[in-house]
Each structure stands twice: as C-alpha cells, then as structure tokens.
C-alpha cells in the first residue's frame, strides 16, 4: 500500500474508522518516526505490523485494543507510547511498565 515511501517519516492515519490492519501495512516505511492510529477502533494489533520499523512515537489513543503484541515492546527507538481510552487489561498494564518510554495509559 505504501510502496515508494520509504523516506516518509510521520504518518497520520488518526479519525479513519479502521478495525483492522493487514501485518504487512507497513513494510516499507523504514524511515518512519511517528505513527498515529488514533480514534480508531482497532481491536488488536497482527504480530509483526512494526517489524523493521523504527518508530519514536506511536499513538494507539481512543481505540478498543485490550491486549498489545509481543513487537511492540520490541521497538528500541520508541519514546513514546499513547495508550489512552483503550480497554488494556491489568496484565497488560504490568507489561507496559517494563517499557522505558514515555507512557499515556489511563
């Protein structure tokens, strides 16, 4: 989908009514730096949808994700995360506090 963007560097896709994400979204952004899928209403993020992606920020705010895959905590250059107005479970919670990011969790 994003073929021939490799140097975009912040993508907002905020406010689209999105329920899911096919794992390969974005595999070709390898310059991104921010992401902003907020006030969506995902659900669940595919394992892989950040692989080989060096994000900073990420913003997942305003969505319904209730559980966050294992790659997310795989980011070495993320700072921050927004988790704001999800449905987190307490588990999740306890994962997200190993982060070393700037976190937005309610």
């Known amino acids: 989908l994003f073929k021939g963007f490799r140097k975009l560097r ?6 689209n009514q999105l329920v ?18 907020s006030q ?14 060096n994000l900073s920020v990420i913003d997942l705010s ?3 994700l ?7 905590f795989d980011l070495e250059n993320l700072t921050t995360l927004d988790l704001r107005g999800n ?5 999740t919670r306890e994962d997200l ?7 937005h969790v309610d």
């Open 10 to 15: 912040n993508l907002q896709l905020q406010s």
């Open 20 to 37: 899911r994400l096919p794992q390969q979204l974005f595999q070709n952004l390898s310059s991104l730096k921010l992401l902003n899928l």
């Open 40 to 53: 969506n209403a995902l659900e669940e993020l595919p394992p892989g949808l950040f692989d080989r992606l």
């Open 62 to 64: 305003h969505n319904k």
């Open 66 to 72: 209730s559980t966050l895959n294992a790659t997310l």
């Open 87 to 91: 449905r987190l479970t307490d588990a």
């Open 97 to 103: 506090a190993r982060l070393k990011v700037e976190l």
